[in-house]
């Protein structure tokens, strides 16, 4: 957290033993012979033709996944399941980022799925397969992003890297920190410590009398005077920017310019 890193987990390594699965429709190969006009010399080469493929696309993605991490977020803060399961039972901590900003740094490439919830697995079918113009993107979202319905209190959002492990996002994407109702002081001033001067919000979950229900309580920063984290202003080489006729007109809004990048807390020079 205070290095500003996320941990994707392999995907082999997630809790559900049903990650993953997915059935495939054989029968789908039967619409080929009426989609091709009941040719069955046309039939049977495009059958194969399109099999070969489907095996292919199932190579790939297997070989994709091997390596695939998958960091889980939620739409939801206040579960208390979520906070029994993730967060030490109520003693630990959730993060809330700015997802689109999350990614704008280091993990614009990444996938991003919206978990579906389904009381039986998914079918994979030749015809749906052969009408994608991504299969491998269509085979993610069906075997990554479906679950069965007894996780959908999760309402879960999943980064998809390419590469599992560390990843690091701009700073700035971390919003808040909720801390369970089980946690510590300790714990709270020590993240306040190593988080401070980044204008975060910091909230504490407490139960609502006579009820089930969990609701954040806002907490006092023990830092509101820190220094601004990571500020700083970089240096302008020598002779930037080059201010020719052609540009004169426009030298205000360049210096401008200059002068916002430079202090932008990742740029070095």
Same mark, same amino acid.
């Given at each position: 957290m205070a290095k500003s890193e996320i941990y994707a987990t /392999?995907?082999? =390594?997630? =809790?559900? +033993?049903? !990650? @993953?699965? @997915?059935?495939?429709?054989? &029968?789908?190969?039967?619409?080929?012979h009426l989609l091709l006009g009941g040719s069955k010399k046309l039939y049977s080469s495009n059958a194969q033709n399109a099999d070969a493929r489907f095996k292919q696309a199932l190579q790939e993605f297997v070989s994709f996944t091997k390596g695939t991490g998958i960091y889980s977020l939620s739409k939801v803060a206040t579960d208390e399941l979520l906070w029994a399961y993730y967060a030490n @039972?109520?003693?630990?901590?959730?993060? #809330?980022?700015?997802? #689109?900003?999350?990614?704008?740094?280091?993990?614009?490439? #990444?996938?991003?799925? #919206?978990?579906?919830?389904?009381p039986k697995p998914p079918v994979v079918s030749i015809k749906e397969f052969l009408a994608s113009?991504? /299969?491998?993107?269509?085979?993610? *979202? &069906?075997?990554?992003?479906? &679950?069965?319905?007894?996780?959908?209190?999760?309402?879960e959002i999943r980064v998809v890297v390419g590469i599992a492990g560390l990843r690091e996002y701009d700073f700035r994407s971390l919003k808040a920190v909720y801390f369970g109702l089980r946690c510590n002081d300790r714990l709270i001033r020590l993240a306040m410590r190593l988080l401070r001067g980044r204008g975060l919000n910091y909230y504490q979950m407490q139960l609502v009398d006579g009820s089930y229900v969990l609701e954040p309580i806002q907490l006092?920063?023990?830092?509101?005077?820190? +220094? *601004?984290?990571?500020?700083?202003?970089?240096?302008? !080489? !020598?002779?930037?920017?080059?201010i020719d006729d052609k540009l004169r007109p426009f030298e205000k809004q360049i210096r401008t310019a200059v002068e916002m990048a430079r202090r932008e807390p990742y740029c070095d020079r």
């Open positions: /392999p995907l082999v =390594n997630l =809790n559900d +033993p049903f !990650e @993953a699965t @997915a059935f495939i429709d054989h &029968k789908s190969f039967e619409l080929g @039972a109520h003693q630990g901590f959730c993060l #809330e980022f700015d997802l #689109e900003q999350m990614l704008e740094y280091k993990m614009k490439d #990444e996938v991003v799925l #919206e978990v579906d919830y389904s113009t991504d /299969p491998q993107s269509a085979l993610l *979202k &069906k075997l990554v992003g479906t &679950k069965s319905l007894r996780w959908r209190h999760e309402q006092q920063d023990d830092y509101p005077s820190a +220094p *601004k984290y990571r500020a700083r202003i970089a240096p302008v !080489e !020598e002779g930037v920017p080059y």
